[in-house]
């Protein structure tokens, strides 16, 4: 028996990693918002890697925060290790990664959702969402309870008709043994939806008291103070090590002789897994030229003994895993806690979606996370805030907000995702991102902090320390673009111990700084500044001058590409009356509805051929409506 228990701004469904940055940012706007998720004991569950970043994925979670969402201050208060990645390499691909304490990172962000002003958290099972006229107006419990919203942002990762698979075993289950969820597939697809199937995986987790932690290698956490959040100040100093060991020939012929019993390669398994995080068998099938492969051990928290075999992803049966694990240096006589397995759930095909994460079918109705066909906390949580940003503003009356490609990696993601769609669960990587040299870990705030400040989610107090620190950066650029350096003796020595070749005449401090061995630090020996500065913004003058001409090149195709954002398509063009373009490009803008022409000329299918004859259409005002014929 149904009944009405309550109305809301927007309601969210799912209290994963992109249900609680949904759930805070529409909160955080104003908005009344009802968070309700299946488990209140899963909020912002870890099911596979107890880790946050790594690279583009750390940039994300730098971006989050500068919008003023929560996932990096959470982190930043829970994390067991600490470490910058890839500080050989230039800072387009640098990127900060974390290893959680599991247990205390759900339990710190269940702490946040319930002091929220706000936001209500409920636990129950959506099973139907009402829709009048094509909008969706609120959902319905397993129960029966009935809440009314205005918009509502669905979060359900993995749950959608979830199937767990180990082995010959195959039984309906969300993430951990929890409950699945069935009704809610079902009633997308009633109202017209078009759902995928996809897999991913997770490795056995083993009792750190029976690991011969002498037969591997210690990986440290940084010593330098790290931190996601542009807002921390405390920096947890007592950090845990990770171990490094390997696979070997014994490894790779037990999981060849039991290849057979792979689900994978038996056919039980129909959904497709992500490209980029191979189970173990997968790899040792496809590179069978290698003699081994990495496996991490990473502690799960301070708290428990259980160890995550990272590496190790599988869902061989049971009992090759337990022999399998015996093959690995350090594992010889380890006792495993927790058997790996695959799962299997239904995605939304994300071509259906608006550049808002708002659905194409159904209005007002928002998707987010691993429903989209994404793989990742960090992932889910950037498509989590832009969707509850949009609910919330929706709801209030405002407009929307969109992030670009050359905004943020968070731009990348959903442009890539509603329009190029993905065939594999979606894993985001620096190479996606042709404006990476821009959309740098270092400088997230300043790409972000202004537009969080602007629809309401970065407070005044931080928006002033930002001001002063983008006004900082600016000054000291400038006395080092007016600074000539002569070429001294205490200035030659310098240059030639670095390998550089001497001065012969002098330069401007900036021009100085440019040079390959030279750094922010050794500059200042030589030019003090009279004002004590950060750390951040020093490094941030460094990057900033020292790339200045890759950041200006790219500046300019940015300019390049808002000229095409700014040819805007109308939504009801008839493309079918336009004579010339191709089949497939017909079909393929018919159904993704670009908003403009550079968004088209992205589209799988949709060649330059196409583009053209497009633009021609448009500037000669012969667009083809639909009715009109």
């Known amino acids: 028996m149904q009944y009405e228990a309550g109305n809301y701004d927007v309601i969210v469904v799912g209290a994963g990693h992109a249900g609680c940055e949904a759930g805070l940012a529409a909160a955080r706007l104003g908005a009344k918002t009802l968070m309700i998720t299946i488990n209140l004991d899963m909020v912002a569950f870890m099911p596979c890697n107890p880790s946050v970043g790594g690279p583009a994925k750390g940039i994300v979670v730098r971006e989050i925060d500068a919008l003023g969402g929560e996932m990096g201050r959470n982190i930043d208060k829970t994390y067991i290790q600490m470490r910058m990645l890839n500080t050989g390499k230039g800072p387009a691909v640098r990127a900060l990664r974390a290893q959680a304490d599991k247990f205390a990172y759900q339990h710190e962000m269940k702490k946040t959702l319930e002091d929220e002003e706000n936001l209500v958290l409920m636990q129950g099972m959506v099973e139907n969402l009402i829709v009048e006229d094509g909008v969706c107006t609120g959902v319905i419990t397993k129960t029966g309870a009935v809440y009314r919203s205005k918009t509502v942002v669905i979060t359900t990762g993995t749950y959608l008709r979830g199937e767990i698979i180990l082995g010959e075993l195959k039984y309906s289950s969300g993430p951990n043994n929890q409950q699945p969820s069935i009704g809610l597939s079902e009633n997308l697809e009633e109202l017209g ?46 950090q845990l090590p990770c171990w490094l060991t390997y696979t070997n020939e014994q490894t790779h012929q037990l999981i060849d002789n039991n290849l057979h019993r792979s689900p994978m390669y038996s056919g039980m398994i129909k959904g497709t897994g992500p490209r980029y995080c191979p189970s173990i068998e997968d790899k040792v099938v496809r590179f069978n030229d290698k003699p081994r492969h990495q496996i991490f051990l990473e502690p799960e928290g301070r708290n428990t003994k259980e160890v995550y075999v990272q590496g190790l992803s599988t869902s061989l049966p049971e009992d090759v895993q337990q022999q399998i694990l015996k093959t690995i240096p350090g594992l010889e006589k380890v006792q495993m806690m927790r058997a790996g397995y695959a799962i299997e759930y239904d995605a ?44 919330g503003l929706n709801a209030l009356g405002r407009d929307q907000l969109i992030l670009s490609r050359s905004d943020a990696y968070i731009g990348v993601l959903i442009d890539d995702l509603i329009t190029k769609g993905t065939n594999e669960p979606y894993r985001l990587l620096t190479s996606r991102a042709e404006y990476r040299l821009l959309l740098r870990h270092d400088n997230a705030d300043l790409r972000l902090t202004e537009i969080g400040h602007n629809i309401g989610l970065i407070p005044g107090e931080r928006y002033e320390r930002f001001l002063a620190k983008r006004e900082a950066i600016e000054l000291e650029k400038k006395r080092l673009n007016s600074i000539f350096i002569r070429p001294s003796k205490e200035v030659q020595d310098l240059i030639k111990s670095l390998g550089g070749s001497e001065l012969k005449d002098g330069v401007r401090a900036s021009d100085l700084l440019k040079r390959p061995e030279m750094t922010y630090e050794l500059l200042e020996k030589l030019t003090p500044s009279e004002l004590e500065m950060a750390t951040d913004i020093k490094e941030q003058v460094e990057i900033q001058i020292k790339y200045e001409g890759y950041i200006e090149k790219s500046l300019q195709q940015v300019e390049r590409l808002k000229k095409m954002e700014n040819k805007k398509i109308p939504e009801n063009i008839d493309y079918e009356a336009i004579t010339g373009l191709a089949t497939e490009a017909r079909q393929k803008l018919t159904k993704i509805k670009p908003l403009s022409i550079a968004q088209a000329s992205r589209i799988s299918g949709v060649n330059p051929a196409d583009i053209s004859i497009l633009l021609i259409y448009l ?6 409506r639909i009715g009109n014929n």
Do not use: C
Not at 193 to 214: A, C, E, M, Q, W
Not at 619 to 624: H, V, W, Y
């Open 193 to 238: 939806f078009d759902l995928v199937r996809f897999k991913t995986g997770t490795p056995p987790r083993v009792n750190s008291h029976t690991i011969d932690y002498s037969k591997t290698e210690i990986q440290p956490g940084d010593e330098v103070p790290r931190s996601f959040s542009y807002e921390t100040t405390r920096y947890i100093t007592d």
């Open 348 to 391: 939304v095909v994300p071509t259906q979606l608006w550049p808002s994460l708002e659905t194409k079918v159904v209005k007002n109705l928002y998707t987010a996370g691993q429903i989209n066909g994404t793989s990742g906390y960090e992932e889910a949580a950037g498509q989590g805030i832009m969707a509850g940003i949009n609910a």
């Open 619 to 624: 500037e000669q005002g012969r667009i083809a």
